[in-house]
């Protein structure tokens, strides 16, 4: 990012022992330009503790998120990230036109995994140069969807179909107007994981048997035969972590409080997290002040602080963040419900994963 004439460099953290080893399979074919690159994918797993071994810029007379600063024998280099390269895709969102702290955070976001798809420099380059419109040379949606299907009394809505003798392959007939329908779980796809676990190992009797243990509600990862064939020519594992999360009940909300003569009117009060670990918690919310009138409720715990995630902050760090500006703040914040869902589905335990 470039603040004034000083740039700003982001570090990025990456596990060289896990991931795929598999070089960078690319996608689409070049017809505006002999010797035009393609796209290239690339899925990098990382530990809390180590590194992605790149790092991210923003350049004065150069367009575009650009790879620098790759680690000698780190898994970026490993895999085939180069230098120059240019960032067009995270977790399947096309990236070339957001402001550049956004595309850092949305990398922060991802936690311990995240999706690349990158051009080389000079291709990136020539294209810009004749106007082509980079995301169309990008898949249209190449991320799996995440449903939360509640029971009614003729059931989930769907059925399961499962070659004989076979285990963890599972497609999905999908009622017209059921529950499935309704939560966004679409005809004829492949079920990846139920309830946050992988199903690539059970029978058909096994799955049954987890369904009717779900009890009136069941939380599906699925792809269509699109995205489940992307995933599989190209050696990668669909997780949660890269879902379309647009269907799902439970929804992050960004309040902005400004100020008044009596304060904000709420108290923040750091507790144990129903999933385990502490958060920051919002509690105590006057009636007609800011806090309630932005939408504020009672037992909402905080994920970001104007802008920036909170986690591994703690309570006086949370408050500095706060009074940071005299006058207003920005909080991300979810309800319970919402927070232990996107706990028990989504890797890292955070729902900022999910923005």
Known sequence: GLEGDKMSIIKFEFNPKVGIDNPALTLTEDTDGEGMGEPRFYLLTKESTETFGFCLHEELGCQGHIIRQIELGGVAQRRGLQDGDRLLQ???????HMDHLRVVQKIKASGNQVLLAVLDGDSYEAAKALGRDLSQMLPEDIRPRLCHVTRDKSGFGFSVSCPEGTKGTFQLSVLQDGPADR???PPGCWLLELNGDSVKSYSHTQLTRKLKQSGNKVTLLVASSAVEEFYRLR?????????DTSRLPFKVRELHLVKGPAGYGFLLKEDDCSSGG??????????????????MREGDRVLAVNGESIEGLDHEQTVHRIRAREDQVTLLVIDPAGDEFYHSVGPGGTPLLWL
């Not at 502490?278 to 939408?295: H, I, K, S």
């Open 90 to 96: 995270v977790n399947g969102h096309f990236v070339d």
């Open 183 to 185: 939560a966004g779980v």
């Open 235 to 243: 050696g990668l594992r669909v997780t949660a972590a890269l879902a």
């Open 278 to 295: 502490v958060g920051q918690f919002l509690w105590d919310v006057d009636a007609g002040l800011p806090a309630e009138q932005a939408g």
